[in-house]
């Protein structure tokens, strides 16, 4: 039998890639006809692509994804999301600002899991974003991450 670590890194990794491929998508379950306005282009502070749709002075979308470090030598792939204004957890406040966050437990293969938090407050040109998961006794995180969109 292989030691935990290496069962718990390929397990995580296995998860994250599937978290991956089927991207968290926050207010899917409810109709939308999509965003009309300027998608706007960025980077975060781990060197990773944003994007997001503004429209009437407010945002509308955003698609961002996090790097984390984990602890007990667990290795997870880069985390991808996007967040709609439709979707439970997305705030919209004053000044064009909004505030998003979520938290939800995806089941893995043998009925444990990973829980997944995640948080986003900016307006349409920078703010700032975390990411947690807890999987398997171990912890991920991305640490505090800026963004900003240029355009």
Known sequence: MKPLHVRLA???TVLVLALIAATVRVGADEVYEGVNGPQLNGTTSQGRAIWLVAADDRVREIRMAWRFRCDGGVRVEPLGMTARDTGAGFDQLDGGRFRFEDRRHLA?????????????????????SSAEIRL?????RSGP???ATRG
């Open 10 to 12: 390929a397990w995580g």
């Open 108 to 128: 893995g293969r043998d009925g444990d899991g990973a829980e997944v938090d995640v948080r986003i407050e900016g307006d349409a040109r920078r703010g700032t």
């Open 136 to 140: 398997a006794g171990a912890t991920c």
């Open 145 to 147: 991450v800026r963004w």
